[in-house]
């Protein structure tokens, strides 16, 4: 099992910043990606961000991809989402979400998630 949970969320105005945290506890070498998700109200969840834990390739959709730096503290046991010049559209509770151990895996624990909101 592993436990995921986040933290950073707020309000920031258009064009502001925000950093979120994932800290993973438990089995978290039974994890080989790890990823943010969004779900903003009357939306589907839809993928942000990830990174395969071990090599640290991360992956973005396009439409954050020179916005949002995605990070990790192995050490630590922490992700972080760095997300710059923020839009309304990036309004949404934020969830990370870590696969089972091998490539291809499913995203199968969840957080708790965390609210942005981008408003004036």
């Known amino acids: 099992q592993v436990q995921l949970v986040e933290s950073g969320g707020g309000w920031v105005q258009p064009g502001g910043s925000l950093r979120l945290s994932c800290l993973a506890s438990g089995r978290t070498e039974n994890s080989y990606t790890m990823g943010w998700f969004r779900q903003a109200p009357e939306k589907e969840r839809e993928f942000v961000a990830s990174?395969?834990?071990?090599?640290?390739?991360?992956y973005y959709r396009n439409s954050v991809k020179d916005r949002f730096t995605l990070s990790r503290d192995n050490a630590k046991s922490t992700m972080y989402l760095q997300m710059n010049e923020l839009k309304p559209d990036d309004a949404a509770v934020y969830y990370c979400a870590a696969t089972g151990r091998i490539a291809g895996s499913d995203y199968i624990y969840w957080g708790q998630g965390a609210q942005v909101t981008v408003s004036s």
């Open positions: 990174i395969v834990w071990k090599t640290g390739s991360t």
